[in-house]
């Protein structure tokens, strides 16, 4: 079914005890905890960070050179996961993460800390699509859902924390210290892994499909380019400037070559067959349009709080904490559920009712407005997602052969990401561009050097210590600019919910990837008795309901 590697007879299989599941997985929490933790750290500084460094017009690049990063990555550990083992792709994107983040604490300027961030992509990238591998790779897909709760746990933990020290150390020691606070994080996480995650690797005789590694890094960064013109040039989108022209050319052009070179090598990086599989399809473009919403809205209320609200970075920090709590509760909830009866597809349909109810509800946001209202919205906001993000995952690993869970996952991953990248670009231009012309006018209405502020160099602070009316010009300026914004969200997050009804409904597996591939056992008598081992059979029950189900493979068509 599938061109991947099986393992190699005489090699010794891993025996899954529930000792050893556990202490996989909790090197992969390790890990996780560390990504996890940076994103909330830094998004609470950010307002400080590119304030500091005059950067308030790019401010949008640090968080989308991460997203970007991040896609471009995914598929490459996702297929080299598959093709060689787990471990050294994992522990090299430790390494990443954790190197990256000592030089985005040295950056001078905005250039080397979006470089820096750039590269925290790559390993963050590697840390996301790999956990969900493994965990895939040594728990059944009917078991899956009860380490759900753990993992919706840590992202929890990890969301009340990082607020709080990225807004204690960027008040305190600086905002440098939310990147210095991973060298012993990241360390500890490798030291942990290394001697955890024991994972079988093996060596691949298939070419590596370079061909489609580059088209795919052309495409992606072309595609995000394009969409973030409005912040790369002055001129903004002037069709008569070649440069815009020709990049828009070189990115189709990109994209018709990776389609191309995906069709005709032995191994291709993203295996174009996945979409012939529903499950797979569908979950994708559901994966699409929630990233291109999800992550531009997580991406700059956080700023709306500090320079609208008055808030501080700490403050902040907590306000955001609403949102972490929902998506950890219905995230656990929708887990344990999942598991006890086997059916997933109402959790995506109702999420994402919730989130579409919870962007609408955004749009009211204003500089004056009740914080307990704010976080009853963020709250919905999350609790809409942590009903789907996780779901769409575990459908579509159910869904395809044992030995591509790898390329699966990471190819899913890859298309939410580059909506996300998408969807940040164009709704920080949107943001940037409103925001841009209500400072203008409140600062050509303002006395010439009054507070001594600029539009580059505003940091919540400055703000905090302007007079009035320029104080109260600038607050409605963020409010004015943010909260309309959100209605170019709603009708993404629609079609994600339409989409949703045609997701269909497979039994979930109860045998583990690694068992199902034979390089794992779940019984230690049948260790070293590969003739035992289940074989998938590349079919399960389905239907488009959760009534009685009819068959259809489940596997990836044509593979």
Not at 278 to 304: D, H, K, Q, Y
Request: proline residues 5%; charged residues 10%; glycine residues 12%.
């Amino acid at each position: 079914m599938s061109s991947a590697p099986a393992a190699a007879p005489d090699k010794p299989v891993v025996v899954l005890t529930q000792r050893t599941v556990w202490l996989i997985f909790g090197a992969l929490m390790a890990s996780m905890f560390l990504s996890s933790l940076d994103q909330t750290i830094v998004g609470t500084a950010m307002p400080t960070i590119v304030g500091e460094l005059n950067g308030v017009e790019h401010q949008g690049w640090v968080v989308t050179a991460y997203i970007l990063a991040v896609a471009i990555g995914m598929p490459l550990y996702g297929k080299f996961g598959d093709l060689m083992g787990r471990r050294w792709p994992f522990l090299v994107a430790i390494g990443l993460f954790t190197l990256a983040s000592v030089g985005a604490a040295l950056s001078q300027n905005m250039i080397e800390l979006v470089l820096w961030r750039a590269v925290q992509g790559l390993g963050g990238g590697g840390l996301m699509i790999l956990s969900q591998s493994i965990i895939a790779d040594i728990v059944p897909a009917s078991e899956r859902g009860k380490y759900m709760g753990p993992l919706g746990a840590l992202f929890g933990i990890s969301a009340v924390l990082g607020p709080l020290l990225g807004g204690w150390l960027t008040e305190g020691p600086g905002w440098r210290w939310t990147f210095w606070i991973n060298l012993p994080v990241g360390v500890a996480a490798f030291v942990i892994a290394w001697f955890a995650l024991k994972l079988p690797s093996h060596r691949s005789s298939r070419p590596v499909d370079w061909g489609g590694i580059v088209t795919m890094a052309v495409a992606t960064t072309g595609i995000v380019l394009v969409t973030s013109w409005e912040s790369l040039s002055s001129s903004g989108y002037d069709w008569t400037d070649w440069r815009l022209s020709g990049l828009v050319v070189l990115t189709l052009a990109a994209v018709a070559a990776f389609i191309l070179v995906e069709t005709r090598v032995a191994e291709p990086l993203i295996p174009l067959r996945l979409f012939k599989n529903r499950t797979f399809t569908i979950t994708t473009l559901i994966g699409l349009v929630l990233g291109m919403g999800m992550f531009s809205a997580m991406a700059m209320i956080p700023t709306f709080l500090q320079m609208s609200t008055g808030a501080g970075v700490t403050e902040s920090g907590w306000l955001m904490l609403p949102m972490m709590a929902g998506m950890m509760l219905t995230s656990i909830v929708s887990g344990i559920a999942i598991s006890k009866t086997g059916k997933y597809k109402a959790y995506p349909v109702a999420g994402l009712i919730v989130v579409a109810l919870a962007m609408v509800w955004l749009t009211r946001l204003s500089g004056d407005m009740s914080m307990w209202t704010f976080g009853a919205m963020i709250f919905t906001l999350g609790a809409g997602m942590g009903l789907v993000m996780q779901t769409i995952v575990l459908a579509v690993q159910n869904a395809v052969d044992p030995h591509e869970l790898g390329t699966a996952t990471s190819s899913n991953n890859f298309f939410r990401e580059i909506g996300a990248a998408v969807g940040s670009a164009l709704f920080t231009t949107i943001f940037t561009t409103r925001l841009t012309d209500n400072l203008t006018e409140v600062f050509a209405g303002a006395p010439a050097g009054a507070g001594g502020a600029g539009e580059s160099s505003l940091t919540p602070g400055v703000v905090q210590s302007l007079p009035e009316p320029l104080k109260s010009g600038i607050i409605d300026a963020y409010a004015d600019a943010l909260a309309p914004s959100f209605w170019y969200l709603v009708p993404l997050v629609l079609v994600g919910l339409v989409l949703a009804f045609f997701l269909p409904v497979i039994k979930l597996s109860d045998v583990a990837g690694m068992v199902a591939r034979g390089e794992a056992v779940s019984d230690p008598a049948k260790a070293g008795t590969l003739d035992e081992l289940p074989v998938a059979d590349g079919a399960s029950e389905v239907s488009d309901d959760d009534g009685p189900a009819t068959r259809e493979r489940a596997d990836i068509v044509g593979s």
